[in-house]
């Protein structure tokens, strides 16, 4: 099994993480870090399945941090309410320095403490009717509700419903609703064989961020290549629709001829001048086995986002993660990282036949006095991840990896923790998953590339 320390990994020098495994009875479909006992140290929640579709069960799992040592097996296992449990997120909520465990149902916000190690009974903490009906088969998500909106502890609540947002705050032992936001949806569907219908709604990823330098955090809604800023106002009040929204459509209509297109947008402060800018990127198929990827930088202002482009990034390859903003060179400014993999006809079926994928992370550095990322990468790092055919794959650890708010790798954990499934179906242990996770803050600098540690499972 691959073990990933970090994305822009060297393979020739020493391993940095120290590796323990651990297993539970089930399928992993996510794992958190996450202090709920409130020691100080980051313990691991797992969600992971039993059984087979469409019976399966959604199981929490949960490994106590004893200083930096995990027991093999999980320390206690919870089962998800099949009828109620839509969605999870973790969080301070209780007053007290652990994080509780959340669950979002079609009516509202369930929390679970763990005083002593030993799990309370679940308490109430809004109704509200939120954006699920009921629980999707075999999936729990997270879903983040516990946000620092009022400030940098304020452990407000935002929760999702059908076409608004809801953003409750803490009164003392309760919540109360502050505003209400209205929230366009992506739809999607049609009809069905007979006289069936299919209703899909996409719901936009929400950022908290202090958009035009007033010290106040506002809220952007994100989906694809759209954006919507609800900006705070005095008195902890936000306007019911966006103060600010654009659709700034990178795709042409070309682009959404070919045979399939995408499109993404990162939100961050790249120059420091306390507005936040967006990175916009599209990814159009050409064929394929082909791809080729453009990233958009707007700059942003008081007013909002310069018309035009301050800088147009392209490159070739299919990028089988997200690319990410991380400060690798410790001058205060994220730098851009985009991975991405050739998937030529021979190269397909090297892949079929080694079962594993190359993926190389190029890096541009951000400028501070031009404002501008590097237009060509001043550095690229391979990777190569196992893709077995018939389970889990490496493929699924970045996209796991939750980096600071800040962005600043100094406060990435020193220590990774695979997490195997164990089925009565196969003999053993399946293919186990890893992830990465922060567990603690024990940096020393921002991390430099570091090394790749491998072992097989």
Known sequence: MLVLTFLLAAATAAPRFQIQSLMVEGDVASVVATDLDGDGRKDLLAVYLTGIPPYQRRWFAIFWNRSGVFAPRPDLTLAVDEAEACAFDVGPTNGSAADDLLLVTPRGVNAK????????????LVEYPTLFHQ?????????RIVRDLASGKSHDLVVPSLGSLAIFRRNGDRYEKASELEVDMEVSGGPKRGDGIEVRYGFPALHVVDTDGDGLRDIIATQEDRVA????????????QPDFSRDFSVRTPADYRERGTSATTIVSD??????????VRKQVFEGVTSARSTSYVFLGRKDGFSREPAEILESEGVSLFQTQLVDLDGDGRPDLVVPYTNFGVFALIRMLTAKTAKVDFQIYPFDRKT???ALEPVSNRELKFRIPLAGDSDLQAPSKCEPPESWRPSIWTRRAVPIS??????RGVTAARSWCSRIGEAGDGPLRPAAQAGADG
């Open 371 to 373: 404002r501008k990322f």
């Open 135 to 143: 629980p999707i088969n075999g999936e729990l998500p997270r879903i």
């Open 270 to 279: 790249l120059d420091g001048d306390g507005y936040v800018d967006l990175i």
């Open 229 to 240: 800023i609800y900006r705070q106002g005095p008195g902890f009040s936000f306007h019911p």
């Open 113 to 124: 403490s763990f005083p002593g190690r030993i799990g309370a009974a679940p308490r109430r």
């Open 421 to 426: 499934s164990c089925t009565t179906r196969r």
